[in-house]
């Protein structure tokens, strides 16, 4: 076994246990971070005065995209599934997961963008291996 191979095994092994490393690392803390924070958004609506509460549900709200924004990001980054790291294309299908804090609060852009998001990523992977497919043959 030559180093980049054992490197590659380290790789996918960090990448599958835990939160892993690199860009696995930063979208999975992009998605553990983003979407829990709507139920301390809800905390926070709750404390303020009335007058702030549409600044707070839109300062999450611009979140929310911006955690779309950097999966896209790391998508543009690694743009061939064959040449993303281990796992990064299960992990960018994850910003779907955006859809549930977005369907809470009545924010309709992420509930179209997550979903879309996710299947963006389905189909291009499955773009992918099929055309690999057909270039073996």
Known sequence: MDLNSAQ????A???????????????????????PMVFLVFGIMILVPKSLRDE??????AGIIGCLL??????AKYPRHADRPPY???????GGGFYLPSL???????????????????????????RERNDHR
Request: glycine content about 10%; charged content about 15%.
């Open 8 to 11: 590659r095994i380290t790789q």
């Open 13 to 35: 092994e960090a990448a599958r246990t835990g939160l892993g490393t690199g860009p696995n690392r930063r979208l999975r803390l992009t998605l553990l971070l983003g979407m």
């Open 56 to 61: 707070v549900l839109h300062v999450y709200e």
């Open 70 to 75: 950097h999966y896209a990001w790391v998508f």
């Open 88 to 94: 990064l294309t299960r992990d960018l299908a994850m």
């Open 104 to 130: 809470m609060l009545g924010f309709w852009p992420g509930v179209i963008a997550a979903p879309a998001w996710a299947l963006f990523v389905g189909i291009t992977y499955a773009v992918e291996v099929t």
